[in-house]
């Protein structure tokens, strides 16, 4: 049996202006903390032996994530296509805000948004326009019917709102 895995398709390039300010500024604020881990990384090298220095190891673990993500964002923002236009209204595309009524008769209301704007943070309703979800609700307009296969479960929405702001 082979470890062979395919690469993972790229993500879409589509972000929101809110979005692409905020990958902005955290590019500016990483560039900042990583001279602050710098200046500690130098300090704790000059207590001497690094093999047994904690601190040393720490900052340098640290300071290869700060890098690793500072390469994505150079990489990443470039490639990314700010959308602020949108075409019909009355229809679920791009930056949508999309209010759900489950089967069970439940609301639920989501965000369609770039991958890049995917926080761990689930609370402000945002999914990514890659998701099965958002894939399912584009074109899609208010009193449709949307059914969904989640985990062999198949679930049916109801659209009751479309907004964008």
Request: aromatic share 10%; glycine share 6%.
């Amino acid at each position: 049996m082979s470890r062979y895995r395919p690469p993972q398709p790229k993500p879409t390039p589509y972000i929101t202006l809110e979005g692409f300010e905020k990958l902005k500024q955290e590019e500016l604020d990483i560039w900042k903390h990583r001279a602050e881990v710098t200046r500690a990384l130098s300090a704790a090298a000059a207590e001497g032996d690094r093999s047994e220095n904690a601190e040393y190891i720490y900052r340098k673990k640290q300071l290869a994530e700060i890098d690793r993500r500072i390469r994505y964002l150079q990489k990443r923002l470039p490639d990314l296509t700010v959308v602020s236009e949108i075409g019909n209204k009355h229809q679920v595309f791009f930056s949508a805000w999309v209010t759900l009524e489950k089967s069970d008769g439940s609301a639920v209301e989501y965000r369609i948004v770039g991958p890049d704007e995917i926080e761990s943070d689930s609370s402000k309703g945002y999914i990514s326009v890659d998701s099965p979800m958002a894939r399912a609700l584009l074109k899609k307009e208010v009193d449709d019917e949307v059914s969904l296969t989640l985990g062999g479960v198949k679930q049916y929405y109801n659209i009751n709102g479309i907004r964008y702001e």
